[in-house]
């Protein structure tokens, strides 16, 4: 169940076991923020610019914050991985072994929980990564997953003790001094420099895919999916869910950065995500949806309902716009998302502190209109373990009831969601956290790039439209791709 936590014992065992791979932060270490310096006469580089300078010194991780806010991280102390119940955590050689690795059983929001007993408080340094939408399953009983074809992790995180930090005017170095071991400002500003100097990166244009794009289910299958969720919604089983369908094509590995800067390019995201994670995978993200924001006591989430492309023209663009805002059927789907999230930071929050302030709201992005809203609560205590255990998977992404939602979803979907529909960002050791929701998400993994498209059902869906919807989301990725359906 979502409310077990780690007995004391075995929470205590764990992070012995992690600080095996890295020891505990030196006692009273403080995070920095160092501002950066340019070389006089010069102009700061581009995020852009940066990452390709990361990219090729070390496994790159950016959380690509659209024009406001980056931050860049390379060259982690120590890696977390979950894969059907089983934990992987690497790091500098010790006393694990000469490859610094160990290997136990553990979920991932078990060894979330160990982590911070064995390093929490270490100021400056963060984990960065994402957690699946299977780990759903260590939650609450669910039926077995649809079938695994790419083998990638349940959750990925990598332990960094510094980052490049860009606010759109410059850049900023912050740093953990807690095991001696991140950038210096000197390193810093030399990588910078260096980032400076290189050519702006040239975007290929034509096709990237090395074969064609395949949906899984098909276009029939999709719509006949819509139907029997429809079925059930009419029998009072659940009220709404989030269908996926999968579309997959063969790519070059080569090929897996120019998607990723095309991608950006079809659609700038205020959520973006470039994650290396070694052995030729990838995650690539242009979500437009934060999941969970934490600082703090204070949490914020702000699901997303509701849909329509942009228009050819202005007038258009105004009439999809109006259309979306006055569509009773957009607003009850979010308006029973709201209640999932408000039901969820409840289990964790202040009860009289839950609120929101902001409810359907127009946003409109550079490929679609949305609705959104916000919901605010006051957090009980500041385990983020304890706060992911009651909130995830994201509500927008699964239904209502939640629960039922996604063993219903499990029998209708052909693959595993994976990364997607689950959640990417940032997580502070002391406490503060940034999540997305891993919507608008690609993988690649074994030559292959993946992306799942998701629309919400409710009594009244035209099993049409929604796969028209679906379409829309995807029309970035398509796009960034060279390739049509």
């Known amino acids: 169940m979502w409310s077990d936590r780690l007995p004391e014992r075995r929470r205590l065992r764990l992070a012995e076991r992690l600080r095996s791979v890295l020891p505990a932060p030196a006692e009273g270490s403080r995070g920095s923020r160092t501002p950066l ?20 010194q070390t496994r790159l991780f950016w959380l690509d914050g659209g024009p406001g806010g980056h931050r860049l991280y390379g060259w982690p102390l120590a890696t977390l991985k979950v894969r059907k119940g089983r934990a992987t955590v690497t790091g500098p050689a010790g006393p694990a072994g000469p490859a610094g690795e160990i290997s136990f059983r553990a979920g991932g929001f078990d060894l979330l929980e ?36 790419l083998g990638l992790p349940d959750l990925h995180l990598e332990l960094f003790a510094s980052a490049l930090l860009w606010d759109g005017k410059g850049w900023t170095l912050e740093s953990a001094g807690a095991w001696n071991s991140a950038l210096s400002p000197i390193e810093a500003e030399r990588l910078l420099d260096a980032a400076r100097r290189r050519p702006d990166p040239e975007i290929p244009s034509g096709r990237l895919a090395a074969g064609p794009v395949v949906s899984r289910p098909n276009r029939g299958g999709f719509e006949a999916a819509v139907s029997r969720i429809r079925e059930r919604i009419a029998s009072g089983e659940i009220f709404q869910a989030n269908l996926c369908r999968r579309l997959e094509a063969p790519l070059p590995q080569e090929a897996v950065w120019p998607f990723y800067l095309r991608l950006r390019e ?7 995500a470039f994650f290396d994670l070694g052995k030729g995978r990838t995650l690539m993200s242009v979500s437009p949806e934060l999941f969970l924001s934490v600082r703090g006591a204070g949490v914020e989430t702000r699901p997303i309902k509701g ?3 942009r228009g050819s023209s202005p007038r258009e663009d105004r009439a999809l716009a109006r259309e979306l805002a006055e569509s009773e059927k957009d607003r009850a789907e979010l308006t029973m998302i709201v209640d999932v999230a408000r039901n969820d930071l409840g289990r964790v929050c202040d009860p009289g502190s839950i609120e929101v302030p902001a409810h359907a709201e127009l ?18 205590g500041p385990n983020p373990a304890d706060l992911l255990r009651a909130s995830f998977p994201p509500a927008s992404i699964t239904g209502a009831p939640k629960i039922r939602a996604m063993s ?38 074994k030559n292959r790039l993946v992306y799942h498209a998701g629309c919400g059902i409710v009594a009244d869906s035209d099993p049409e439209l929604e796969l028209e919807e679906s379409a829309v989301k995807a029309r970035a990725f398509l796009t960034a791709l060279g390739a049509a359906e």
């Open 408 to 445: 219903v979803l499990t029998g209708e979907e052909e693959r595993r969601r994976g990364p997607a529909m689950g959640a990417f960002g940032w997580i502070s050791l002391t406490g503060d956290l940034e999540l997305a929701v891993a919507i608008r998400t690609a993988v690649f993994s």
């Open 266 to 272: 079809a659609s700038p995201a205020d959520h973006g």
């Open 363 to 380: 946003v409109t992005l550079p490929t679609l209109h949305h609705t959104v809203s916000t919901v605010r609560g006051r957090l009980l």
């Open 114 to 149: 160990a982590a911070f007993e064995a390093w929490g408080g270490a100021g400056g340094a963060a984990l960065v990564g994402y957690f699946g939408y299977e780990l759903g399953g260590e939650l609450e009983p669910l039926p077995p997953p649809p079938p695994d074809d």
């Open 307 to 309: 849909t329509r492309p």
């Open 37 to 56: 310096r340019v070389p006089r006469g010069g102009a700061a580089p581009r995020p852009e610019s940066v990452a390709g300078e990361l990219r090729e």
